[in-house]
């Protein structure tokens, strides 16, 4: 119940089996360790059953260590990182699985302009480890306290309408998947001016309405539904609601790379610059985004990452293969809300169905594949797929698993940063092309399993 919850960017596992309310503890005193002992961290937390007592046991190892702690409630993680960006606060911390099964808990930290932690992460873990927390003496501890969670809803949304014009009417389909989303998006949509259908918009951490992670196969419900009552698109969230999934009105899930390039154009708009990319994204962002004057930079997966390549490189947007999309010439984190509510001004300006704008986007064929491997191999049996490629004479991209890119496709082996998987995804110019790469990264992840 220790080193192996901590991931490249969060902590993650399921409740009282990978870690509990005494580890949670010892996590807010690390943190506290780390932040030496001062200053005020706000935390918050998603629908889980077990995130409430999560952040209460966070709050009292923060506090302990000295640290006051307030804490926003239960709100999407795009809320409490927006909170933090406009706040006055030494650190956040969240309590969310994301998209995770409903055992699962995670505890995310966040630096005060809302984003997350990454090399900060080793050093948090390391004090943990350690068990060399400081704890301060009875009258120099922390004060925990709350703020209305309600207020900190409407500072956001008022933000974000202070900033959006809807130009005509619209219908939209919400389903936030019984998710932190469930109380802030469509109250947002709503108050923009648009027509909202909800489905699975009541918050329950045992997510009864389908799986929290939103994809082609789990929000069949959403499609239908987008059909049945004419609407201009459809909108699935995750569990905390920093990915968003969307449907255009002839019920069609799009990529999340054919939605990125719709926003980046959006973005690059209002202001021409760099866009980033995580390093499973399909060949298309980057021809889109240089089509359109703008230049593409790749990033590792995940948003600890790619939020420091926007930081650093000034960039106007960024877009993961999973669904997060970043309005950096907003703010510098993720935010499938506020994702969301630019696609529908685009297309309620645009004057044109979603999904006519989204079929002048090309699109080249992709497999995305996912194999089991323990979270304690599957690093070593990435580094062995990178050795045996390295052998044949392959040219490599190594900074997020094992990338192979060729005249006509690509493809790439790399872990699962949250989950005991390694993912494989492959695209290419045509179907014989895709077929043969799929076919060569397969059998030598195969052969270096194990």
Known sequence: MQEHVFRAYDIRGVFNEDLDAEFSVKVGLALGTYLNGSGVVATGRDVRASSRL????????????GCDAVSVGMVPIPVFNFHLWTGDYKAGVMVTASHNPPPFTGIRFRH????????????VKNIFLKGSFLKKPWDKIGSPRSINTEVVVASYQEFLLERTVIERPLKVVLDPGCGAAST???????????????????????????????????????????????????????????????VDDKGRVLRAETAGVILAREALSRRKGKVVANISCSMIVKEQVESLGGELVWERVGDVFMTEAIKRHGAVFGVEASGHYYSSFLYPFDDGIQASLLMAEIVAREGRPLSQIADEIPQYPIVEKTVKCPDEEKFQVVDRVKEELERSGYTLNTMDGVRVDLEDGWFIVRPSNTQPLIRVTAEAKTEQKLKDLVKLAMETLERNMG
């Not at 209460?56 to 260590?65: K, R």
């Open 54 to 65: 999560v952040e209460q046991a966070l709050t009292a190892g923060l506090c302990s260590s």
């Open 112 to 123: 005060p302009d809302g984003t997350g932690f990454s090399r900060e992460n080793a050093e």
């Open 184 to 246: 802030v998006a469509p109250e947002l949509f709503r108050r923009a001016g648009v027509k909202v259908y909800t489905i699975n918009a009541q918050p329950d951490g045992s997510f009864p309405g389908r799986d929290p992670h939103p994809r082609e196969g789990t929000v069949n419900e959403l499609q239908s539904l987008t059909l049945s009552v004419g609407a201009d698109m459809g909108v699935a969230y995750d569990g905390d609601a920093d990915r968003a999934v969307f």
